[in-house]
């Protein structure tokens, strides 16, 4: 039951951030710019691989996880390599294209279920895992 409520937890904290970024993108991008749907589609996919290695990288975490009190290291506990972030949230950004987004999406949360470390796809990609804030000591 408890791996349960942290997959639902990593689920809403993932929603969080979708949400802070869609809607100023397509509010600004479709409603001042006039640009097509896909065209903001895309630009939304780029800055969200954008703000998530960004707060990752800097903060630790985005707000989402900040919400939810989780963070992301690597496999060994300590602070992600940038590039691995950013391999990350371009392979979370695969989520989002039609179709074979959604097939991405279920075979990820299908992994965080029955993997052992709770691991999706793109943990898989970025050599990252998704834990609680209180089990990383805090860096000084």
């Known amino acids: 039951m408890r791996k349960a409520s942290n997959v639902l937890l990593r689920i809403l904290c993932a929603a ?19 640009v097509s749907t896909r065209q903001a589609d895309l630009l939304f996919q780029l800055l969200f691989a954008v703000y998530g290695t960004l707060a990752t990288e800097y903060f630790g975490k985005t707000f989402g996880k900040y919400l939810g009190k989780l963070r992301v290291v690597d496999t060994s506990g300590q602070k992600p390599v940038m590039l691995y972030l950013g391999l990350r949230e371009l392979s979370k950004a695969l989520y989002l294209v039609p179709y074979a987004g959604l097939v991405l999406l ?35």
């Open 106 to 140: 279920a075979v990820s949360g299908m992994m965080m279920v029955v993997r052992k470390d709770g691991r999706a796809l793109h943990d898989l990609v970025g050599n990252t895992q998704v834990v609680f804030a209180w089990q990383v000591e805090e860096e000084v």
């Open 16 to 34: 969080v951030d979708f949400i802070i970024i869609l809607v100023p993108i397509q509010f600004v991008m479709m409603g001042i710019f006039n």
